[in-house]
């Protein structure tokens, strides 16, 4: 059975940065696409990066182009996003996901594993 645990989030004043990483087991990490979504209190949960199985291929949404990098290490099965220059905005619960896919995959539902997610905090 495929996991997904999250971990590195937490409380970082305007303009800090944080790095989250997604540990994956159960399955062959290297053929999965791997997302990064957030939600915040009130809002549609959204994908603010994706990369492919090589880490060739990158998605980014606009509000992170530029500030956010997604990564990953097949040989370590983890997948990570550097996040820089956060804003308040960025506050909310991270969580990645991953499918068994030869697409990038930028949607929440063509994810089928999630993680549980991890609280990001942005202070002004």
């Known amino acids: 059975q495929v996991q997904l645990v999250e971990s590195g989030g937490g409380l970082v004043q305007d303009g800090g940065s944080l790095r989250l990483s997604c540990a994956f087991s159960?399955?062959?990490?290297?053929?999965?696409?791997v997302g990064w979504f957030r939600q915040a209190p009130g809002k549609e949960r959204e994908c603010v990066a994706a990369?492919?199985?090589?880490?060739?291929?990158?998605f980014y949404a606009d509000s992170v182009k530029g500030r956010f990098t997604i990564s990953r290490d097949n040989g370590k099965s983890t997948a990570y996003l550097q996040m820089d220059s956060l804003r308040p905005e960025d506050t909310a619960v991270y969580s990645c996901?991953?499918?068994?896919?030869?697409?990038?995959?930028?949607?929440?539902?063509?994810?089928?594993?999630w993680g549980q997610g991890t609280q990001v905090t942005v202070s002004s």
């Open positions: 996901a991953a499918v068994y896919s030869v697409l990038l995959q930028t949607t929440e539902s063509d994810y089928n594993y």
């Open positions: 990369i492919n199985r090589t880490g060739a291929r990158t």
């Open positions: 159960g399955g062959p990490f290297r053929q999965y696409v």
